[in-house]
């Protein structure tokens, strides 16, 4: 029994596996899919652990239905990234009237299809459009469209930078409807915690007000932790707990614990 590992310096996320399923390179990272011993199938882009299939809706979940259900009436709402399909799918499951989804790399999507379909046929569905494309050059090209933005990204280092900075949420605060919300995830609270606090203060300097919170996602660094942005008068700590879909791991009971910090990272986010 082989293993594979993905290193946070001396620090490691690591699982069992039986083998390789797939291994390939797109025009813009290398895609792996192994078969764990225990938790399914498992997606790494350029050695970083996207998501293992039983417990990707600790993910997705997360990315999804805080900023969805602390929007008052979400119906236009776009995904930037998030090629496996699990945010699409989380999305559909609310009553909108269109998904957008922007993602870059065809072959992700693909991939991900043929040999673990976590989308549940979110593709198929008449309210998904599917973009393979630039995201950060959609949302340029946008203005008071979506009411939530949700940004399905690799981890805010090295090519996805960009999609972390003040200049691309400003774009997406522009792409926005008044009361719109964006959501980013933005790293583990421990071994990002330079990255995260750049988001979080890229975020507060775009938009009315924003938020920073974190979940423990297997398959991450835990605590993992998440990015939102506010235009216009909408309550955050408030959510629609009435309208929230059959799920696993988030609800409005634990909406309000996750905004709950560590005491040194409230501190340096009240200095970002």
Same mark, same amino acid.
Request: aromatic letters at 12%; a negative charge.
């Given at each position: 029994? =082989?293993?594979?590992?993905?290193?946070?310096?001396?620090?490691?996320? !690591?699982?069992? *596996?039986?083998?390789?399923?797939?291994? #390939?390179? =797109?025009e813009f990272q290398?895609?792996?899919? %192994?078969?764990?011993?225990? =938790?399914?199938?498992? +997606?790494?882009?350029?050695?970083? *652990?996207?998501?293992?299939e039983a417990w990707e809706r600790t993910y997705h979940e997360? +990315? @999804?239905?805080p900023a969805m259900l602390a929007h008052p009436n979400p119906k236009n709402v776009l995904i930037i990234g998030g090629g496996d399909g699990g945010a699409l799918r989380e999305v559909l499951r609310h009553p909108i009237d269109k998904a957008t989804m922007v993602e870059i790399d065809r072959m992700v999507i693909d991939t991900v299809r043929e040999h673990v379909p976590i989308d549940e046929g979110?593709?198929?569905?008449?309210?998904?459009?599917?973009? *393979? #494309?630039?995201? *950060?050059e959609h949302v340029k090209s946008r203005k008071n469209e979506y009411d939530v933005i949700i940004i399905d990204s690799t981890d805010p280092v090295g090519p996805a930078v960009s999609l972390f900075s003040e200049e691309f949420y400003g774009y997406c605060?522009?792409? $926005?409807?008044?009361?719109?919300?964006?959501?980013?995830?933005?790293?583990? !609270? %421990?071994? /990002?915690t330079k990255e995260f606090l750049s988001a979080y203060g890229n975020m507060k300097r775009a938009f009315v007000s924003a938020y920073g919170f974190a979940f423990p996602v297997i398959g991450y660094s835990p605590p993992w932790n998440f990015v939102v #942005? $506010?235009?216009?008068? @909408?309550?955050?700590?408030?959510?629609?707990?009435?309208?929230?879909?059959?799920?696993?791991?988030?609800?409005?009971?634990? /909406?309000?614990?996750? $905004?709950?910090?560590?005491? %040194? +990272?409230?501190?340096?986010?009240?200095?970002?």
């Open positions: 029994m =082989s293993e594979f590992t993905e290193w946070y310096g001396d620090y490691g996320v !690591s699982f069992r *596996i039986k083998g390789k399923v797939f291994e #390939g390179r =797109s290398r895609i792996e899919i %192994y078969e764990t011993e225990r =938790s399914g199938k498992m +997606l790494v882009l350029d050695g970083a *652990i996207q998501f293992v997360i +990315l @999804v239905h979110a593709f198929e569905d008449t309210r998904t459009e599917l973009i *393979i #494309g630039d995201g *950060i605060r522009d792409a $926005l409807k008044d009361d719109g919300i964006v959501i980013t995830q933005a790293g583990g !609270s %421990y071994f /990002h #942005g $506010l235009k216009g008068d @909408v309550d955050f700590e408030r959510v629609r707990a009435e309208d929230s879909p059959d799920t696993k791991y988030y609800d409005a009971k634990r /909406h309000m614990h996750m $905004l709950y910090m560590p005491r %040194y +990272l409230r501190e340096e986010m009240e200095r970002a």
